[in-house]
């Protein structure tokens, strides 16, 4: 009640397959797999809870955003988990990570910093000190 989760999705809605070369911003909602390669920003719409899975083979150069993210692959740049991140034994990434919950398997790097993000509590109830009397 206090600060909304969302679930990973399930599911993969779209593919960047491996092949393939991205010049540009990518922005999707739902679950996105990236097999390929993005030169640019990748990002969940803010409103939806997205899911973006980095396969081994796969590269970002640019700066990732989404709810959920599982890297196995490289990215350049700062990564943005608004609330979970799985960073598997084959990642990479150079960059800043900010997270609200972090996974890291051995093997995984990350040169940069690992920032913790606390769930922002909106509309909830404020502790106050109990006077002594």
Do not use: C, W
Request: negative net charge; glycine residues 12%; aromatic residues 4%.
């Amino acid at each position: 009640m206090f600060n909304k989760t969302s679930k990973p999705q399930n599911r993969i809605d779209s593919l960047i397959g491996a092949t393939t070369r991205i010049e540009g911003n990518v922005v999707f909602s739902g679950g996105l797999r990236v097999d390929g390669m993005v030169r640019g920003s990748v990002s969940a719409l803010t409103d939806q809870p997205g899911t973006l899975v980095v396969s081994a083979d796969a590269r970002i150069d640019g700066e990732v955003q989404a709810a959920h993210i599982v890297v196995d692959g490289t990215i350049h740049g700062p990564v943005h988990a608004t609330e979970s991140l799985e960073l598997q034994a084959g990642s990479r990434v150079k960059g800043d990570v900010y997270y609200k919950s972090i996974e890291i398997h051995q093997g995984a790097v990350v040169e940069g910093r690992l920032v913790y993000h606390e769930a922002e509590i909106k509309g909830g109830v404020e502790l106050k000190l109990a006077s002594s009397s």
